[in-house]
């Protein structure tokens, strides 16, 4: 089955500087590729997706790049803020999507120091 | 509008009784997703359901795990008898449909934190 690796498990920054964060995906028959951050006592939110047939999506600061022949996808924070600090998962979605499974990497959690 | 609605937020029992835990997804949303989120092992998708129906609980731990879903409007999770290793935060999650995209993503609840002594 589909197994999702994530790096680094932990990340600390500046505010202001970029935050990268790599996860690595097994099944190629996977197309769809979510980010989520989850705050202290809080469910996992969307904050942005791919799909495969795209390489590169961005909303404001963050941005999400897929390499499918390598089977990796990153997100980028640009302009760091405190409020960015949070632990945030990937995820790849089994059998196409189709069937709604989605597998999470093991998170990162992400400190941005004033 | 409201998001996924879990509770209780907070469920500490000895080990031995029954847990229930109760999830009401977003109205309109087909499909229902619990999960189990423990330091180890990450979030891990323990079964889902599409138009009510149970399609995978592959993910189901144990026998002493059941879930249920009556109607479109409600969903249960329950471990019978529990045990101090299922402590972890359980969540629950729906989406439009079974298919995941951009236009009908995984929306979760803010979950259910289980300590079992």
């Known amino acids: 089955g589909e197994n999702v690796e994530q790096h680094p498990s932990t990340l600390s920054v500046q505010e202001g500087d970029s935050a990268v964060i790599k996860c690595t995906y097994s099944?190629?028959?996977?197309?769809?590729f979510p980010w989520y951050k989850q705050e202290l006592g809080k469910g996992p939110q969307l904050i942005i997706d791919?799909?495969?047939?795209?390489g590169e999506k961005k909303d404001q600061r963050i941005a999400v790049t897929l390499n499918k022949t390598a089977k990796h996808f990153s997100l980028h924070i640009t302009e760091t803020q405190p409020e960015d600090s949070a632990v945030y998962f990937c995820a790849a979605s089994t059998h196409g999507g189709s069937q709604g499974n989605l597998i999470f990497g093991k998170g990162t959690k992400l400190s941005v120091k004033p | 509008d409201a998001g996924v609605i879990q509770s209780p937020r907070h469920e500490v029992t000895e080990m031995g009784q029954e847990v229930t835990l109760r999830c009401k997804p977003i109205s309109g949303h087909n499909s229902l997703f619990w999960y189990r989120q423990t330091m180890m092992r990450g979030l891990e998708l323990l079964i889902y359901?599409?138009?009510?129906?149970?399609?995978?609980d592959s993910g189901m731990p144990e026998d002493r795990f059941s879930a249920k879903m009556p109607n479109a409007s409600f969903s249960t999770l329950k471990i019978q008898p529990s045990e101090p290793r299922d402590s972890a935060v359980y969540f629950c999650?729906?989406?439009?449909?079974?298919?995941?995209?951009?236009?009908?993503?995984?929306?979760f609840g803010d979950g259910t934190r289980l300590s079992i002594l």
């Open positions: 359901f599409n138009n009510n129906v149970p399609i995978d």
């Open positions: 099944d190629s028959a996977s197309n769809y």
């Open positions: 999650a729906s989406s439009p449909r079974l298919t995941v995209n951009s236009n009908q993503p995984q929306h």
């Open positions: 791919i799909r495969s047939n795209v």
